[in-house]
C-alpha cells in the first residue's frame, strides 16, 4: 500500500471513566511492515497492563490491505481531566485524546457490591420527555472469571428500546474486591408520558476454576443475577413547546463551508453543519435553505454520523447546498434556524445561523455594461462614411451572412422534420410506415391510475425531497417540466395538495416531514390523473414556485 494511502488513528472505549476503573486504548494502523505503537508516554499517568494485538488482511476493490489493531488496558493514576498522549507508530503519530476521571465521591459503590456476579443498571435522566432519546446502560460485574453466559434486558412497555455500540469491558474495584465489568448501552424513547417501569436486566453463565474461585470458595459451575426494575417518570410536552417537538441537551449550528465568490450561472456550495446532543438523525428535523434571493438552491442529501457520548446518542449532520446566481449582483441567503426544546433548563431556544450577503459576478463573456460606440465614426461626412463601409451591412460583414444562411438552414431541417417524424412512439410510427395497424393508446380519462408507485414509496422512505419530486414527474402520463405542469394534470385534490406541501418544503419555510406524511397518504392508491383534453384547455399559470 502506498504511503500516503495509509492510515493510523487511535481512540478510548469510554470517554468518562470513575475511580478504580479501567479503560480500553485502542491503536489502529495500516501501515506496512506492521509498526508497533510506543506506549511509553502512557506511563506518566496510567498503568499500561493487558497488551494485546491482532492483524487483518483486507481485500477492496482490487487493492490488498494489512490492517494492524493493538490494544491496552489504562488505569488512570489520578482524578480529573486527562490527556491520552499522541503515539508514535512507524512514521505516523497519533491524535491526542481527552479522558475524564470522576472521583472516588462521584462514583458510588453499587449496592449488591461483594457478590460473585451482580448487575446494576441506569438512565441518563431519571424524569425525560416524551419522544427524548435516553441513554440506558447495563453493567454486568464478575469477581469470577466467566467461561459463557447470556446478558438480557427485557423491552419496556410503553418505550423504544434499542442496543447500540459494542460492549465495553473494563476491571475496577468495588468494596477492596477486583471485578470485571461488561458494559452494554441502549437507546430508549419514550412513546407516552407517566410512570415507565423497565425491567430487571437477568445473566446465566458459568464460571472457571482458578485461584479467586479458591480464595471465595466457588468452584465455577452456574452463575446467575437479577437486576432490580427501575422506574421513570416521563414527562409529557410542555404547552408552550415549540413545534415539531424536539427535545435536546445541546443544538449547535454553524457554517462550515461560505463560498467566497460567486459567478452568474456556476454552481458554488454553502455547507451546513447541526451537532444535537441527545438525538439520533431520524430524530432530527431536515435542514433547509428557504427561498435564496438572486439564485437558485439545489441541496444534496443529509450526511450523518451518530455515535454516543456520556450514554446519550450524538448526531452531526452536514448538508450541501449548491448556489446557483441568476444574475450578477446581490445573493442574500436568509438565516438558518432550527427551534427546539432544552431538557437541561426546561425551557425553549432557537439555534440559528446568521443570513449572509454575497456578490455574484457576471457570467463569463459578459461585461459590466455594453462596450462604448465609436463617436469618430458617427462625426464623419457623408462620403467619409460611404468610404468606411456605410450601407447594407452584409456588404462588409460576413458574418451576418454566414448567420443568415446558418438560420435558413436550421428552419428548413426543422420543416423537414415534422413532415417525416410519423408519431411520437418509435414503435407507433414503425408501424405506420410498414402499413401494419396501428392499436390505439390506452385511455387516460379523468381519474385513471397510470404509473408504479413503487418509486415514488422507495424515493419518500429513503431519498431527499428533490428525489421525491423527480420520482413524481417521472410517473406522470403526459411529459412535463416542472412541478405546475404535474399539478395540472393531477384529478384529485388532496394530491393537488400534497403537491403544495412539497414545494413548500423544498423553496419555502415548509416542514418536509409533514410533506412527505401527506404524500404518502394522498398517493397510496396510486396517482389520479386528468383526461388529456381536460389538460390542454387548462389556463396557463404562473408557477408558485423555482423549479430546479
Known amino acids: 500500500m502506498p504511503a500516503a494511502a495509509a492510515q493510523t488513528r487511535a481512540w478510548l472505549d469510554r470517554d468518562r471513566i470513575g475511580a478504580g476503573e479501567t479503560v480500553t486504548l485502542n491503536v489502529e494502523t495500516t501501515q506496512p511492515g506492521n509498526p508497533t505503537p510506543d506506549f511509553a508516554p502512557l506511563q506518566r499517568d496510567f498503568v499500561v497492563s493487558g497488551n494485546t494485538s491482532r492483524r487483518e488482511f483486507q481485500m477492496r476493490n482490487g487493492t490488498a490491505t494489512m490492517r494492524s489493531l493493538y490494544g491496552v488496558a489504562l488505569r488512570p493514576r489520578r482524578d480529573g481531566v486527562l490527556t491520552v498522549p499522541a503515539l508514535v507508530v512507524g512514521n505516523a503519530r497519533t491524535a491526542p485524546l481527552t479522558l475524564v476521571v470522576a472521583g472516588a465521591a462521584a462514583t458510588p459503590a453499587p449496592a449488591r457490591s461483594g457478590d460473585n456476579v451482580f448487575i446494576e443498571s441506569e438512565a441518563d435522566d431519571a424524569s425525560p420527555y416524551v419522544q427524548q432519546a435516553v441513554g440506558w446502560v447495563v453493567r454486568l460485574y464478575s469477581a469470577v472469571p466467566l467461561v459463557s453466559g447470556q446478558l438480557d434486558q427485557p423491552p419496556p412497555e410503553g418505550a423504544a428500546l434499542q442496543r447500540v455500540g459494542e460492549d465495553a469491558q473494563y476491571m475496577r474495584d468495588v468494596g477492596g474486591r477486583r471485578y470485571m465489568v461488561v458494559e452494554r448501552r441502549y437507546l430508549l424513547v419514550p412513546e407516552r408520558s407517566g410512570t415507565l417501569t423497565l425491567p430487571g436486566a ?59 465568490s460567486l459567478r452568474a450561472g456556476a454552481a458554488t456550495d454553502l455547507v451546513v453543519e447541526a451537532i444535537a446532543d441527545g438525538a439520533t438523525a431520524a430524530q432530527m428535523p431536515e435542514m433547509q435553505l428557504s427561498s435564496v434571493e438572486g439564485a437558485q438552491v439545489f441541496a444534496d442529501p443529509v450526511q450523518a454520523d451518530e455515535g454516543l457520548s456520556g450514554g446519550r446518542p450524538r448526531v452531526k449532520l452536514v448538508r450541501r447546498f449548491s448556489l446557483v446566481p441568476t444574475a450578477a449582483g446581490e445573493v442574500r441567503v436568509p438565516s438558518v434556524k432550527v427551534t427546539w426544546w432544552d431538557v437541561g433548563t426546561d425551557s425553549a431556544r432557537i439555534a440559528s445561523l446568521p443570513p449572509l450577503r454575497l456578490t455574484a459576478a457576471p457570467a463569463p463573456g459578459t461585461g459590466a455594461a455594453s462596450a462604448p460606440r465609436d463617436s469618430s465614426r458617427l462625426a464623419l461626412p457623408s462620403t467619409q462614411a460611404a468610404a468606411a463601409g456605410d450601407g447594407p451591412p452584409w456588404r462588409y460583414n460576413p458574418w451576418i451572412v454566414a448567420t443568415v444562411v446558418f438560420a435558413v438552414l436550421w428552419l428548413l431541417t426543422l420543416v423537414w422534420w415534422l413532415s417525416h417524424r410519423g408519431t411520437r ?43 421525491v419530486a423527480d420520482a413524481l414527474l417521472a410517473i406522470a402520463p403526459q411529459p412535463c417540466t416542472g412541478m405546475d405542469a404535474l399539478r395540472g394534470q393531477l384529478a384529485d385534490r388532496r394530491q393537488r395538495e400534497a403537491l403544495d406541501l412539497l414545494q413548500q418544503a423544498r423553496w419555502a419555510d415548509g416542514d418536509g416531514r409533514a410533506a412527505r406524511a401527506a404524500l404518502r397518504e394522498a398517493f397510496a392508491k396510486g396517482p389520479r390523473w386528468q383526461s388529456a383534453a381536460a389538460v390542454r384547455s387548462s389556463p396557463l399559470l404562473p408557477p408558485l414556485y423555482p423549479e430546479r
Open 202 to 260: 437477568s445473566f446465566e453463565g458459568r464460571g472457571t476454576g482458578g485461584f479467586f474461585d479458591d480464595l471465595f470458595g466457588d468452584r465455577g459451575g452456574a452463575l446467575q443475577a437479577q437486576a432490580r426494575p427501575r422506574f421513570l417518570q416521563v414527562q409529557a410536552p410542555p404547552a408552550n413547546a415549540p413545534q415539531p417537538w424536539l427535545p435536546l441537551h445541546t443544538l449547535e449550528l454553524r457554517y462550515r463551508a461560505v463560498p467566497k
Open 425 to 467: 412512439d418509435p414503435a407507433v410510427g414503425r408501424a405506420a410506415r410498414a402499413g401494419m395497424a396501428v392499436p390505439p393508446s390506452p385511455p387516460t380519462g379523468g381519474g385513471a391510475l397510470t404509473g408504479d408507485p413503487s418509486a415514488l414509496r422507495r424515493a419518500l422512505d429513503t431519498g431527499s425531497l428533490g428525489e
